[in-house]
């Protein structure tokens, strides 16, 4: 009899810890896809704000009368360069959602697979599916948004290299009419070298 009271507080114990396990697992998948969307949307709004102001800055910079282009040339690119970086970052937490989402529905039809009155299951299934495909419309959507952000990008490199280019040639020019002043700058010592030339012979001569 004290075994059988025994053997039936060990059972109860077991699956009340099998249940406890089945709860914290299916809680722990629903915090990392939540950490993972949260964290997700934290780096999209900071990649948005330093977009769209890096963008304003550089136009606002060129619009100005005889711009230095050398100067926005540099700050452009250490701001494009931290926009570069949190798109990565993005990219990476986008992945994660993905494996998160996985493996949340994963768990959710493991649960729901796990019921024995089939009625139930099937209903419990269905809703698993139907929020899946739910899921992965929004997921495609945002796939597609990151694209775009990924051809923005993209022409934002381009204009860098423009713009370099162009810093460039403006820095070209600036010395041009530097080589022009430097070159007044010769032929008038060399006036005076020739004065100073004939002002010699003239002496030696006698």
């Excluded at 699956?15 to 999209?44: M, P, Q, V, Y």
């Excluded at 701001?79 to 570069?84: L, P």
């Excluded at 798109?87 to 768990?107: A, C, H, I, M, T």
């Amino acid at each position: 009899m004290k075994n059988t009271i025994l053997l039936l507080c060990t059972l109860t114990l077991c699956l009340s810890a099998c249940k406890w396990d089945t709860t914290k697992g299916a809680l722990k998948h629903g915090e990392n896809l939540k950490n993972s969307i949260e964290s997700f949307e934290k780096n999209r709004q900071k990649l948005s704000t330093k977009l769209v102001s890096t963008l304003e800055d550089a136009e606002e910079s060129l619009s100005t009368e005889n711009p230095d282009l050398p100067k926005v040339s540099k700050d452009f690119e250490k701001e494009w360069t931290t926009i570069q970086n949190r798109y990565k970052k993005l990219k990476s937490d986008f992945e994660k959602v993905g494996q998160s989402s996985d493996d949340y529905f994963n768990e959710l039809n493991t649960l729901s697979g796990s019921i024995s009155k089939e009625d139930l299951k099937r209903e419990e299934l269905r809703k698993n599916k139907e929020l899946r495909a739910t899921w992965e419309k929004s997921y495609r959507e945002a796939e597609v948004s990151i694209n775009k952000v990924t051809t923005v990008l993209e022409s934002g490199n381009d204009f860098h290299m423009v713009l370099v280019a162009s810093s460039i040639r403006q820095k070209l020019e600036q010395n041009v009419n530097e080589l022009k002043v430097i070159s007044e700058q010769a032929k008038a010592l060399l006036q005076d070298l020739e004065l100073f030339t004939q002002a010699g012979r003239e002496l030696v001569e006698g």
